[in-house]
């Protein structure tokens, strides 16, 4: 294990569902990030929260809402999703985004399928 | 704006032979560079990362990668290949100018056959 617990692992909903996905870390990391990550594709920066503050939103669509409620823990809002947005959403942490040179460690990812 | 590219979907290696991911990288300065592993049904997994200083960088279950930065590529190799080596690569880059992304490439999935 990482240290980076995300739930649920796999999810599928309609697309007018009203779902969450939720990301612990227990590594005492500042900074919190989600990706998502469609086949054949870049992983795509989505959110980053450092010290539970959103520091980057990378023009996601408004149906996807983070939170941050404290340094460990972050959530992914979702509502009126639409099919493209089914993914492997994979939740990251770091020390620090400041500290450029430290690596991120990843979670197991939520496999969502939007119906 | 700081890019990354993986030319390769797919690479195929006997075990025991070396294996060679390809990477290449574009930023405006001095890049941080990182290489992540992803088995199936897992998140990615760090493996190594070039800050400063020697150009070859060693990293976990024997991995090692080479900084050249006049080619500004970071291939990523390791001397003799397992099976269970088989998975997914990405390369990703970092300027350290620019804020607080790290950019992705799309990944080369690696086989490795007995």
């Known amino acids: 294990e990482t240290g980076v617990t995300q739930t649920p692992r796999h999810l599928v909903m309609g697309m007018t569902n009203k779902k969450s996905l939720k990301c612990e870390q227990h590594?005492?990391?500042?900074?919190m990030y989600w990706y998502k990550q469609s086949a054949k594709k870049p992983l795509e920066l989505m959110f980053v929260?450092?010290?539970?503050?959103?520091?980057e939103n990378n023009s996601v669509p408004s149906r996807f809402s983070p939170e941050c409620p404290n340094s460990s823990h972050l959530f992914l809002h979702l509502h009126t999703l639409q099919p493209e947005d089914s993914a492997l959403y994979l939740c990251?942490?770091?020390?620090?985004?400041?500290?450029?040179?430290?690596?991120?460690?990843f979670g197991q990812g939520t496999r969502l399928t939007v119906v | 704006a700081q890019s990354v590219a993986q030319p390769e979907d797919q690479v195929n290696v006997a075990e025991g032979n070396p294996l060679t991911v390809k990477c290449t990288y574009s930023?405006?300065?001095?890049?941080?560079l990182f290489w992540y592993v992803q088995y199936p049904n897992r998140g990615l997994q760090f493996l190594l990362k070039?800050?400063?200083?020697?150009?070859l960088v060693k990293g976990s279950y024997g991995f090692e990668a080479e900084f050249n930065k006049s080619q500004t590529s970071f291939h990523l190799k390791k001397p003799s290949a397992l099976v269970s080596d088989s998975a997914l690569y990405f390369c990703a880059v970092r300027d350290p100018t620019g804020g607080f992304k790290t950019i992705f490439g799309a990944g080369t999935r690696l086989f490795v056959k007995a």
């Open positions: 590594l005492g990391h500042n900074a």
């Open positions: 930023v405006s300065g001095n890049p941080y």
């Open positions: 070039y800050i400063t200083g020697d150009n």
């Open positions: 929260y450092s010290l539970e503050e959103r520091v």
């Open positions: 990251a942490s770091s020390q620090s985004p400041g500290q450029m040179n430290t690596e991120a460690f």
